[in-house]
């Protein structure tokens, strides 16, 4: 078991609806050591991609991204939310739908920070239906970019978003995958990986 599946156990909570609070470590109050010890997995696991950068989506992503960018010595660009219908033809735009919050946001990158030959790692904390990150691999793919890999702190395997973006042939890391979940019992299980 890896360190954030330890933390998930002990510090999460299984609320009603599929929903894992993650709070207390991940993304409101903020373990940095722990968000560190991401960071160095992410790069052990992609060290032989040649990243040029780190993209994210505002907010929850955006410290992991940057435990993980230090570790490459690359910069973070994260996705804006914008509801804005003004958007200009200097930024990159993706529709983004979120099931949880029943809303449509735009998801916006200037088109200054992302470029053809950009090798891009997505990071984000959670992957569950997977709308966000097919979002920022439209806006990487407009730019010409390529996106060598994603990584996912917690995926919900019970969701369809991993089965999707692994089908697409993405190379998908997650460091817990929650297979189910019991608000209940407050119990976890995750899937076991190599
Ligand atoms: P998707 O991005 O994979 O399609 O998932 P979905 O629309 O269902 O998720 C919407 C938001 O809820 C995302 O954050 C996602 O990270 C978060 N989320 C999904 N399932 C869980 C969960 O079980 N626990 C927690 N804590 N979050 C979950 P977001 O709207 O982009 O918000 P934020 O990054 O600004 O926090």
Request: charged share 25%; with cysteine.
């Amino acid at each position: 078991m890896n360190c954030l599946e330890k933390r998930i156990l002990r510090d999460g909570v299984v609320k009603p609806n599929n929903v894992l609070k993650v709070d207390s470590f991940l993304n409101h109050q903020m373990d940095v050591q722990l968000l560190d010890e991401i960071g160095a997995e992410f790069h052990k696991r992609f060290a032989d991609c040649n990243i040029t950068k780190i993209l994210t989506i505002e907010a929850s992503g955006i410290a992991i991204a940057c435990s993980v960018a230090r570790c490459f010595n690359v910069p973070v660009v994260f996705a804006k939310k914008s509801k804005s219908i003004n958007i200009d033809g200097d930024v990159y735009v993706a529709e983004v739908e979120s099931f949880t919050h029943k809303c449509k946001n735009q998801v916006v990158i200037s088109k200054s920070f992302l470029n053809k030959d950009d090798r891009v790692l997505i990071i984000d904390d959670f992957l569950a239906n997977g709308c966000a990150l097919q979002g920022l691999i439209s806006i990487t793919e407009s730019a010409g970019a390529s996106v060598e890999g994603i990584g996912i702190a917690i995926e919900k395997g019970f969701q369809i978003g991993g089965t999707i973006i692994r089908n697409l042939g993405y190379r998908l890391e997650s460091l817990a995958i929650v297979d189910e979940m019991d608000a209940e019992k407050g119990s976890v299980r995750f899937r076991e990986q190599g």
